[in-house]
């Protein structure tokens, strides 16, 4: 007679958080969830990026210009 405790665990989450990822616009800050697969902004056409280019720590944040991490800033369109 196995009794499991299913409705206990409802109301204890994992302590691993998953992180929710994005895709960011470097340029006009338009953002898209990581599972859409959109690897340009529709607004601007520019190339999403979907990690920090520093640190390569995931976009977590999708309203964020910097990473949390080292401080890189997302929307820094490296001049050529
Ligand atoms: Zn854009
Ligand atoms: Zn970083």
Redesign the pocket.
């Known amino acids: 007679m196995s009794k499991q405790r299913k409705s206990l665990n409802m109301f204890h989450l994992p302590a691993k958080v998953i992180k929710d990822r994005y895709r960011l616009?470097p340029?006009?800050?338009?953002f898209a969830h990581f599972s859409l697969e959109q690897f340009y902004?529709v607004?601007?056409?520019?190339k999403m990026i979907e990690e920090c280019k520093r640190c390569k720590e995931p976009i977590i944040y999708p309203t964020s210009k910097f990473c949390p991490i080292c401080g890189e800033n997302y929307g820094n369109s490296n001049p050529t």
């Open positions: 616009c340029k006009c800050g338009n902004c607004v601007c056409g520019t």
